[in-house]
């Protein structure tokens, strides 16, 4: 059983389009998390949720909406998408403590054209 | 200003060596500190995690952290080709979710 899933794996579309990123996770998690990794490897939070409520909210362009339905799944809308956005959009879960791992999906490797 | 930051490499050590890799942070107030694998084209994976001043073995794996001096380092004892790998360092500040990474050491065994 995969723990946290994200869909879908690759994504390639033209600049100015909108387009979704979602992500569940099975391991009863409450907390909930979008990470953005650029070409270079930096990676870089982006918002989390706890239990469906918004926690971690970086500067982040607000193109970018993040929607927790439930605390098992935790999505990624980006409107209006720009060349800069091409990365790898990582989800990842915890227990929700500071001290707790980290889990992540396999990633979703987006360009933009 | 990177708030932890890490030798981007790469770093070549000969199989069976050991390999020593390196991070500092800058937020005095980090107290959990966790080293992750990646492997190209895969997600991150946690190796160690530590949260106190000195060693911390598990397997081929130590982490060692000196608060004092704000480092962090992981030692890879007996390095395998399987170890070739970008290793994250990263840290949160207690009671804070955010997990801050370092932009990773990249790390060739050499055969």
């Known amino acids: 059983d995969t723990a946290v899933s994200q869909t879908p794996k690759y994504l390639v579309t033209q600049m100015g389009n909108d387009k979704s990123i979602k992500c569940e996770q099975n391991l009863g998690h409450d907390t909930m998390y979008w990470y953005k990794q650029d070409s270079k490897k930096f990676l870089k939070i982006m918002f989390s949720y706890n239990n469906k409520e918004l926690i971690i909210n970086e500067t982040v362009p607000n193109r970018f909406s993040p929607k927790s339905p439930d605390k098992a799944h935790l999505n990624l809308h980006i409107n209006s998408l720009e060349l800069g956005d091409s990365a790898v959009y990582f989800c990842?879960?915890?227990?929700?403590?500071?001290?707790?791992?980290?889990?992540f999906g396999p990633g979703t490797r987006l360009l933009v054209l | 200003q990177k708030e932890v930051e890490q030798n981007s490499g790469p770093l070549s050590v000969p199989e069976g060596a050991i390999a020593s890799l390196n991070c500092t942070y800058s937020?005095?107030?980090?107290?959990?500190f966790f080293w992750y694998r990646q492997y190209s084209g895969k997600s991150p994976e946690l190796i160690m995690s530590i949260y106190s001043n000195g060693d911390k073995e598990d397997g081929r794996f130590t982490a060692q952290l000196n608060k004092a001096s704000q480092y962090v380092s992981l030692l890879i004892r007996d390095s395998q080709p399987s170890d070739s790998a970008t290793y994250l360092c990263a840290a949160s500040v207690f009671g804070n979710e955010k997990l801050t990474f370092g932009t990773g050491t990249r790390l060739t065994i050499i055969p």
């Open positions: 990842a879960s915890s227990s929700g403590t500071s001290m707790e791992t980290q889990y």
């Open positions: 937020d005095r107030g980090s107290q959990s």
